[in-house]
């Protein structure tokens, strides 16, 4: 049987999408909106209406009773139904539209009323409070229902009351008022609700483009995961935002530059300092696989702007690729000095073994003796003047390299260099860069040569490198000590543009100073200072007993 899906059940409730989710709570906000300020409105209103009908009744009733000729004929005639009062009454109701108006004497009794036959009775509500000179407003119920009343006292022309005027407006009118406005208002509640409704609608929209359409709990997966996966790599993450804040930090990213959480939020610029790693993070350099040093690691940076104005920036650590890389590269180059030196061997070889042949034995002596001693005037004219084991044996090898290269590397006679460096291998690496470079410049020029001088000031190590090359343009002394800078064509195993970088990062982390010049003779000359670059005399370690007897004899002459 083939394999079926599994039928899915709608699940009731809440819709997962977020663009359904917050379309229905904006609706179900505006619609509750709505409600509510239609109920507020009504409440109010039907009271205002209330107040209005009784005020109307009040000046009904004032304006009946402001007439003089009404007090005259209640004292001058009887409660009949074609009195003068019920004739001044009648005409008084149908010009206002009230449901009654009556007239009574101070007993209470009715000298008119819309039902004639009420006439010559008392009124069905207690009228003390006017027949007392009081002006009284209310809704209440008599002999033609409920009504809202108004009632003032009538007064002859010398103030005494002699009775009072009641006037009703029917209350259905009132009601009917209040119905009939009923449909109005919500027709513009109706209005609202649907701006309303249109304004969720486009307010969900946008929200749906900004989350992808996704479900809230899609969101929440997605967050875990990228946090998982920013503090789980081995790449550092860096995150701004469009003004160059700092809005991300995982934690390589935090070894590789240093920084600690403190970073977050505050400029770039500010937390880095200036710099070429700035430059790059923050897109004014741009490229792809940059190479920047901070601190004492290589690092290679990709910078992807995003769709908010921001970006993101990786940074990958190549300190020990690039070392391995550097070290291939001296590896190979002692390979081509081997080849070559086994090349020159052999024609030696050859040579002793013809003078050898032809019985030329003291010729033969004297060549032997020639082609050693070459060599270990070499070794010795270094050890003598270098005393740290590390930089002797590098200028060594250094030597027979340039000699293989046709490059004639000297040390002049007032080199000195005790052995009581603080950072040895610091030295050495700022040696290595230089004499390689100086190596490739001198290469292939006329009388090519290297020169390297150490001397020492106090504490202080001075070192400079001159070579017979081309030499660096003025303009472009300070450019050379840029991470990414070069004029050779990359390696096999990576980018160049680190050596000079490290040279000044390394003199600049020992407080010192590394700079490009002009040599005497033409050619580039590199000074590079380190102060506090030695140990005390009295902390220097001692020699070892087993020590070559000339080596310490040279040492306690010196």
């Not at 008392?122 to 809202?148: C, H, K, W, Y």
């Not at 993070?281 to 696989?289: H, K």
């Not at 390299?401 to 006679?413: D, I, T, Y």
């Amino acid at each position: 049987m083939s394999p079926t899906s599994p039928v899915r059940r709608r699940r009731l409730g809440l819709p997962r999408r977020v663009f359904s989710q917050v379309l229905l709570m904006q609706l179900a906000i505006a619609a509750g909106v709505a409600v509510l300020a239609t109920g507020l409105f009504l409440a109010p209103l039907s009271d205002q209406l209330d107040d209005q009908a009784m005020r109307r009744a009040l000046a009904i009733a004032q304006t009946t009773a402001a007439r003089p000729q009404l007090a005259e004929d209640l004292k001058s005639s009887a409660p009949t139904g074609d009195g003068p009062v019920q004739q001044a009454a009648d005409r008084i109701r149908r010009a206002s539209g009230a449901e009654y108006v009556v007239i009574m004497n101070k007993e209470g009794v009715r000298w008119s009323h819309t039902d004639r036959a009420q006439i010559g009775k008392v009124v069905s509500t207690d009228p003390s409070d006017a027949l007392a000179g009081r002006e009284v407003m209310e809704i209440d119920n008599g002999t033609l229902g409920r009504s809202a009343r108004g009632k003032v006292p009538l007064r002859d022309a010398d103030g005494a009351i002699v009775g009072a005027v009641s006037v009703g407006i029917e209350y259905d009118s009132v009601r009917a008022r209040l119905i009939h406005s009923i449909p109005g208002l919500l027709a513009y509640a109706g209005g609202a609700l649907a701006v309303g409704a249109l304004a969720a609608y486009l307010i969900s929209r946008r929200v749906q483009r900004q989350t992808r359409d996704l479900a809230f709990s899609d969101i929440s997966a997605l967050l875990a995961e990228r946090e998982a996966m920013l503090h789980g790599i081995r790449e550092g993450v860096v995150a701004l935002d469009r003004s160059g804040r700092v809005r991300l930090l995982n934690d390589e990213a935090q070894r590789l530059l240093g920084l600690g959480t403190e970073a977050l939020g505050r400029p770039l610029d500010d937390t880095l300092g200036p710099g070429r790693t700035t430059d790059v993070l923050a897109g004014r350099v741009t490229g792809t696989d940059l190479l920047t040093v901070r601190g004492q690691r290589v690092l290679v940076a990709n910078r992807m702007p995003t769709d908010d104005g921001g970006a993101v920036a990786t940074l990958r650590d190549r300190t020990e690729l690039e070392q391995l890389g550097r070290e291939l590269d001296s590896t190979r180059g002692l390979i081509d000095a081997l080849r070559a030196q086994d090349h020159e061997h052999a024609n030696r070889m050859h040579t002793l073994l013809g003078l050898l042949e032809l019985e030329m034995y003291e010729e033969a002596a004297e060549y032997v003796g020639e082609v050693a001693g070459a060599h270990r005037v070499t070794a010795e004219q270094i050890t003598e003047k270098i005393h740290d084991p590390l930089l002797a044996a590098l200028l060594v090898g250094k030597a027979t390299v340039a000699a293989e290269r046709g490059v004639a590397l000297s040390v002049p006679h007032d080199t000195s260099l005790p052995d009581r460096l603080v950072d040895p291998g610091g030295l050495v690496t700022i040696v290595g860069n230089l004499v390689d470079n100086a190596l490739d410049a001198a290469a292939g020029t006329r009388h090519a040569r290297v020169e390297v001088a150490v001397r020492t000031e106090g504490r202080s190590v001075i070192l400079r490198v001159r070579d017979t090359g081309p030499g660096v343009p003025a303009e472009q002394r300070e450019t050379i000590f840029t991470e990414g800078w070069t004029t050779k064509e990359p390696p096999a195993h990576g980018k160049r543009g680190i050596g000079l970088a490290l040279v000044r990062r390394l003199a600049e982390r020992q407080g010192g100073s590394a700079r490009a010049g002009e040599a005497p003779e033409g050619g580039a000359e590199f000074t590079v200072v380190l102060p506090e670059a030695l140990r005390e005399p009295e902390l220097a370690p001692a020699l070892e007993p087993d020590l070559d007897p000339e080596l310490a004899a040279t040492e306690e002459s010196r």
